[in-house]
């Protein structure tokens, strides 16, 4: 072989050597690049996914967040509602009481009244309180016949505390205080008044 020859011969082998070598880099290259690409989507996908999940879970929490205000709004709402009919009827019932004081068939009450208490107390020396307005009738000449059939002293307090009618009566030493007044029996009817309209309204036992 001549030199030449030789020489091209080398060549050739260099150039396919080196055309080898370039296409391995070439396919080594394509092959990291589609890895590099697959993991990429792979991490794309997991984020979006893991991205998806929390705005999920976050939407879920304010749904439920409110879900939970609403509920708590219209049952704040309901109970406003029955407080203010409640409220209603009590001062219906307060306003009959005072046109009820204003009359003869009152006093005749009254009387009976400060008779069943004065029974219920039990004592010999009482002390009847009434208001104002009750005093001005209410006297000791009044009370004498109940006293008498009572066999007790009845005695009228001094003092008058503001009231709308009814009475208090305690025993002389303070021991013993039974309130009658229509304004503590208004009290007591609140809790019978609230379950009447719940009954009536809601269907409510």
């Given amino acids: ?3 030449k020859n030789g020489i091209s011969a080398i060549s050739d082998e260099v150039v396919s050597d080196a055309q080898k070598e370039a296409e391995a880099t070439i396919l080594a290259a394509e092959k990291e690049a589609k890895e590099t690409l697959h993991t990429a989507k792979r991490e794309a996908d997991e984020k979006y996914r893991e991205l998806v999940g929390h705005a999920k879970a976050k939407a879920e929490s304010e749904r439920r967040k409110i879900a939970s205000v609403t509920e708590v ?3 704040n709402r309901l109970l406003a ?7 209603s009827a009590f001062g219906q019932a307060v306003a ?5 004081i204003e009359t003869d068939e009152y006093k005749t009450y009254l009387v009976k009244l400060i008779e069943e208490v004065a029974q219920k107390v039990g004592q010999k020396d009482l002390l009847v309180e009434v208001n104002a307005a009750d005093a001005s009738w209410l006297t000791l000449e009044t009370l004498k016949p109940l006293s008498e059939k009572l066999h007790a002293e009845l005695k009228l307090a001094k003092s008058n505390e ?6 208090i009566i305690q025993t002389a030493d303070g021991k013993i205080i039974y309130n009658s007044t229509i304004d503590t029996k208004l009290e007591e009817l609140k809790p019978i008044l609230r379950v009447e309209v719940a009954k009536i309204l809601f269907g409510e036992v």
Wanted: some cysteine; hydrophobic content about 40%; proline content about 0%.
């Fill in 81 to 87: 509602s029955k407080e203010e009919l409640v409220d």
């Fill in 162 to 167: 503001h009231f709308i009618g009814g009475c």
């Fill in 73 to 75: 709004e219209m049952r």
């Fill in 96 to 100: 009959k009481f005072r046109s009820f």
């Fill in 1 to 3: 072989m001549s030199i």
